[in-house]
């Protein structure tokens, strides 16, 4: 059953919202059953922070949740995906920005590589793509710190990288 959770922010004073974004994220796999997650680093705003986040961004004017998350691994990992399961959704808040996210997350399979091809500023925040067994991207994600945009991030994307391993899990047994 996919996770759904509202999370508030706690980091910065809330001041109201000025906008609402939806996004498509995407728990990445490759051939080998590794998961993407990319190394952001950020001097903006939010302060001097480095940090992990799945692929995946704004869902375009006209596109459904599913065309977003392909076009975003098209863009971010270079990579052509067959959309897999669902896993949920998060509603989460960036008091800083004014802004609230809806954010839709779905395990996709890697099927062809390509060449990445930034399209948005925040892809320009993305330091590094690593490829990493999903055990390996739970403790990452557990080892963030515990403040600013680190911790929303953290807050946001590790209940779906431990559902993400249940769902594989479950196939897995099912397969047997």
């Known amino acids: 059953m996919p ?3 509202e999370l508030t922010d706690d980091q910065y004073p809330f001041e109201g919202f000025t906008h609402t974004r939806k996004v498509a994220r995407a728990v990445a796999l490759d051939e080998n059953g590794n998961v993407a997650i990319h190394l952001i680093v950020r001097h903006d705003v939010f302060c001097g922070q480095t940090y992990y986040e799945t692929p995946g961004g704004g869902v375009d004017e006209g596109e459904t949740f599913e065309e977003a998350v392909v076009r975003e691994c098209d863009e971010e990992l270079g990579a052509r995906v ?4 669902y896993l949920g959704e998060v509603v989460d808040a960036y008091n800083l920005i004014k ?8 395990l996709v399979y890697i099927k062809e590589r390509k060449q990445k091809h930034f399209a948005s500023l925040g892809d320009l925040m993305i330091t590094e793509t690593r ?3 999903i055990d390996e991207a739970i403790r990452l994600y557990e080892n963030l710190e515990d403040t600013q945009v ?4 953290k807050q946001r994307e590790l209940p779906i990288l431990k559902e993400a391993k249940r769902v594989l899990e479950m196939k897995a047994k099912q397969k047997q």
């Not at 067959?82 to 399961?85: A, F, I, N, P």
């Not at 802004?99 to 779905?106: A, E, M």
């Open 3 to 5: 996770i759904k959770l």
């Open 82 to 85: 067959e959309v897999g399961e």
């Open 99 to 106: 802004r609230k996210n809806i954010n839709h997350y779905f």
């Open 131 to 133: 490829y990493v067994p």
């Open 150 to 153: 680190a911790k929303l991030v």
